[in-house]
């Protein structure tokens, strides 16, 4: 069974009887506001799991190395035991959210560079924006290491721009997050779901992601089913 090592916002991080691997449990809960606003959504922690893992899974059979191993159950997957680097690395494509809110442009404004904007992951400091220089002063990542992690963001951003259209879905932004392995190496670590990216409806613009529980538009859990239907079969015409 293992113990909790960690315990996230929406999951826990459990020891394996492999020092070098981890199992993570997705949870049912859903937050905002750096946790502020919380709330148990049943069946999030599954579908999460599933986006999550067809996700990593083809972004590793595109040549992204990751931390993940393998589902292991429906709300469960193993993956390989990282340092965290605590850096938030957004992308986005087109603006919304905080970007609009910091710098007052128009919502939608499609951008002909995608943005790319580190935060220093802290809750305690309420996640402040870093730039290089900081982050080297800070000793939280080489400069080898930021090449590393917006060349993989980039990659990431143009293979999953280019699925996520494919189930009629524009990948507006996300956030990634990177790890060290024991020997250095560095993978794409946490997740990828509709908690961590914004997803709109191609032909209606709705927002198929957080937002939705963010903005009290409605029930998460059939918009976060929808989005893992479509990709399921997004992914079967690959
Ligand atoms: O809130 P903001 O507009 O900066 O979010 C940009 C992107 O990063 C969104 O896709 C959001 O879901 C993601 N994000 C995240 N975790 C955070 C902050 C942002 O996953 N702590």
């Not at 879905?169 to 996300?174: E, R």
């Amino acid at each position: 069974m293992g113990e909790v090592i960690y315990t996230g916002k929406a999951k826990q991080m459990w020891s394996t009887d492999d020092p070098e691997v981890l199992r993570v449990v997705y949870m049912d809960q859903a937050t905002a506001l750096n946790g502020k606003k919380k709330d148990q959504i049943k069946g999030k922690g599954q579908i999460n799991n599933e986006i999550s893992t067809l996700v990593f899974e083809y972004l590793a059979k595109q040549g992204i190395k990751t931390h993940f191993i393998k589902k292991l159950s429906p709300t469960e997957e193993l993956v390989h035991k990282v340092e965290i680097i605590p850096l938030e690395a957004v992308t986005r494509n087109i603006a919304t959210g905080h970007f609009v809110t910091r710098f007052g442009v128009e919502d939608g404004l499609v951008f002909e560079t995608p943005v790319e904007e580190t935060y220093y992951k802290s809750d305690a400091l309420d996640d402040p924006f870093i730039n290089e220089s900081q982050t080297l002063a800070l000793g939280l990542a080489t400069k080898a290491e930021l090449t590393e992690i917006w060349e993989l963001s980039r990659k990431t951003n143009q293979l999953l721009t280019e699925l996520f259209a494919k189930a009629d879905l524009t990948l507006v932004d996300f956030k990634l997050e990177f790890g060290r392995l024991s020997d250095g190496t560095l993978v794409l670590a946490d997740e990828f779901s509709p908690d961590n990216c914004r997803l709109w409806d191609k032909k209606t613009k709705a927002h198929m992601d957080k937002d939705v529980y963010r903005q009290d538009l409605g029930e998460l859990t059939p918009v976060y089913e929808e989005v893992l239907a479509r990709l399921q079969q997004a992914l079967k015409e690959e």
